[in-house]
């Protein structure tokens, strides 16, 4: 079972380059999300998705942008890249919170902008 | 507003010991209660959660949990520490508001250290 996949694992930006952050999750799950660790910080959720066509801000948008086509991708696009951006990304899906269903989470993509 | 605090940035215990890495919360309405462990350059894994009933709660790799409604707590434990478990582990917090959509507040984490 794949789970939830990223990619890339690994990418530098110049300081005003975009790019976007792939997330696929192979489980069926409606809930789909995206975080930002940085150290100490703990994780803040940048964006999230109740299902396909749907999505919100989280608590730190942004900078960023997310579209939700499928049930199974939610990519995450960074505009004009700054070096506060420079984190590590992670992506999650969840069956559902309404009974307290756990998150699965993807290896991450460590992100710097220079 | 809700919160999560882990009080400790770092525990350290010696193998074979008990360990308990402390979390404390602040929601409105009941908690759902999570801790995950990330290992180095890895994502998050779940290990166990509250959601109602019982409030010691037996999650994986011999990891437990105890929910305390009146200290608002849900400190993980473990009574014999491996070297393994070393790790970062965070607390995380949801209630179900009027949105639905349960999202999810982590504490800033707590780094496990156990030796040989």
């Known amino acids: 079972n794949a789970g939830v996949t990223q990619t890339p694992k690994f990418r530098i930006l110049k300081i005003g380059q975009s790019m976007t952050l792939q997330c696929t999750q192979d489980?069926?799950?409606?809930?789909m999300y995206w975080y930002r660790q940085d150290p100490g910080m703990g994780l803040k959720l940048i964006y999230y998705?109740?299902?396909?066509?749907?999505?919100d801000k989280g608590e730190v948008p942004n900078g960023y942008n997310v579209s939700r086509s499928t049930t199974e991708d939610f990519p995450l696009r960074l505009e004009l890249a700054a070096p506060s951006q420079t984190s590590v990304y992670f992506c999650a899906s969840s069956y559902s919170m309404r009974q307290g269903r756990e998150q699965y989470f993807g290896p991450g993509t460590r992100l710097t902008v220079t | 507003a809700q919160s999560v605090a882990q009080p400790e940035d770092q525990v350290n215990v010696a193998e074979g010991n008990p360990l308990t890495v402390k979390c404390t919360y602040s929601?409105?309405?009941?908690?759902?209660l999570f801790w995950y462990v990330q290992y180095p350059n890895r994502g998050l894994q779940f290990l166990l959660k509250?959601?109602?009933?019982?409030?010691l709660v037996k999650g994986s790799y011999g990891f437990e949990a105890e929910f305390n409604k009146s200290q608002t707590s849900f400190h993980l434990k473990k009574p014999s520490a491996l070297v393994s478990d070393s790790a970062l582990y965070f607390c995380?917090?949801?209630?179900?508001?009027?949105?639905?959509?349960?999202?999810?507040?982590f504490g800033q984490g707590t780094t496990l250290q156990v030796k040989p």
């Open positions: 998705s109740v299902g396909a066509g749907i999505t």
């Open positions: 489980m069926n799950h409606n809930y």
């Open positions: 509250y959601i109602t009933g019982d409030n």
């Open positions: 995380a917090v949801t209630s179900l508001g009027s949105s639905n959509t349960g999202k999810l507040i």
């Open positions: 929601v409105s309405g009941n908690p759902y």
